[in-house]
């Protein structure tokens, strides 16, 4: 099992960025495909971003494309979510994710990963 911890969460206004992190130990983080999805009150847990074990694939719900940005380093064993032109429909609670097989391709779904980090908020005023 790996462990996660996400960080980077905080409150800004509509348009700010904020980069969330994600430091991961246990498994060999570099195998594995890994993911952020998010959650806003009273809805269901939704995909955000995706990237492949060799960060060579990248993948987007089409609400964030083109203003986030998924990306990883695989020497400090740490996920990035780049979040840029920020709208209050983002606030959430962030949470990464880590693929249940290694060596898979990213999935979409949150049925396609084992190991989920605790969240971090998000959340964008008006």
């Known amino acids: 099992q790996v462990q996660l911890v996400e960080s980077g969460g905080g409150l800004v206004q509509a348009g700010g960025s904020l980069r969330l992190s994600c430091a991961a130990s246990?498994?060999?983080?570099?195998?594995?495909?890994m993911g952020w999805f998010r959650q806003a009150p009273g809805k269901e847990r939704e995909f955000v971003a995706a990237?492949?074990?060799?960060?060579?694939?990248?993948y987007y719900a089409d609400s964030v494309k083109g203003r986030f940005t998924i990306s990883r380093d695989n020497a400090k064993n740490t996920l990035y979510l780049q979040m840029n032109n920020l709208k209050p429909e983002d606030t959430a609670v962030y949470y990464c994710?880590?693929?249940?097989?290694?060596?898979?391709?990213?999935?979409?779904?949150?049925?396609?990963?084992?190991?989920w980090g605790q969240g971090t908020q998000v959340t964008v005023s008006s």
């Open positions: 994710a880590a693929a249940s097989y290694v060596h898979s391709a990213p999935g979409l779904s949150p049925a396609e990963f084992g190991s």
């Open positions: 246990g498994r060999t983080f570099s195998s594995y495909a």
């Open positions: 990237i492949s074990w060799t960060a060579g694939s990248t």
